[in-house]
């Protein structure tokens, strides 16, 4: 099995990698300042659930499939940056409302919407799996037979950490910029910047080789 030594530094390795700001991350901040904390937190667990579908495929091996064809991995690449550019597009034209940021009247529909959105781009990010099937590997006992166990483990555990971390983020962003849910104007102007910067995470996971 995992080796204590080795999975100690995986989880110090892994906290630093959760806590580093990327997609996921910018995600789940968007969401946050658009819907408040509990839409945060539904995006965190949608992009947990994606998680998961990478560890099971880089314990399963398909991870290494994706990795030897171009072909499959740009189609993934190209459909996840399609969707992110498209919810861009929607929150940059959406209206904000007076209970954008109402944490009590937080629309059920909106929050289930959000974690499959959450979901969706995370599965159709295929440099997750690429990821996965580089880092976790490090950390594993190449002698013991039960290698796809270990990794998997090392997967769920990043998944736990990292869900952690952007639940955390999605409470302390929501909760700092609920100070300014009565400026009207503020909104106005969030929910621009929200849709630009999705957009422009979907373009650079297009155009990024």
Not at 31 to 59: D, E, K, M, N, P
Not at 109 to 128: A, D, E, F, Y
Not at 175 to 201: D, E, M
Request: proline share 2%.
């Amino acid at each position: 099995m995992l080796d204590l030594q080795h999975f100690i530094l995986f989880v110090l390795a892994a906290l630093m990698l959760n806590i580093t700001p990327g997609n996921d991350m910018i995600f789940v901040i968007s969401r946050s300042l658009s819907y408040g904390t509990r839409a945060g937190v539904y995006a965190a667990l949608g992009i947990a659930l994606g998680c998961f579908v990478h560890t099971f495929a880089a314990a399963a091996g398909l991870s290494v499939i994706i990795q030897q064809s171009e072909v499959l991995f740009n189609i993934i690449r190209y459909a996840g940056a399609g969707y992110l550019i498209y919810i861009g597009i929607k929150s940059f034209m959406e209206k904000p409302t007076a209970m954008v940021f109402s944490q009590s009247d937080n629309n059920k529909n909106t929050n289930l919407k959000i974690l499959r959105q959450g979901t969706i781009t995370n599965v159709l990010n295929p440099k997750v799996s690429l990821f996965f099937l580089a880092f976790l590997p490090q950390f594993i006992n190449p002698q013991v037979e039960n290698v796809s166990t270990q990794i998997l483990l090392l997967g769920l555990w990043f998944n736990f950490s990292g869900t952690v971390v952007n639940i955390l983020i999605a409470i302390l962003f929501s909760k700092v910029i609920a100070k300014l849910k009565n400026f009207q104007r503020f909104w106005q102007i969030q929910n621009k910047i929200s849709g630009a910067v999705l957009v422009g995470l979907g373009l650079q996971i297009a155009l990024k080789k």
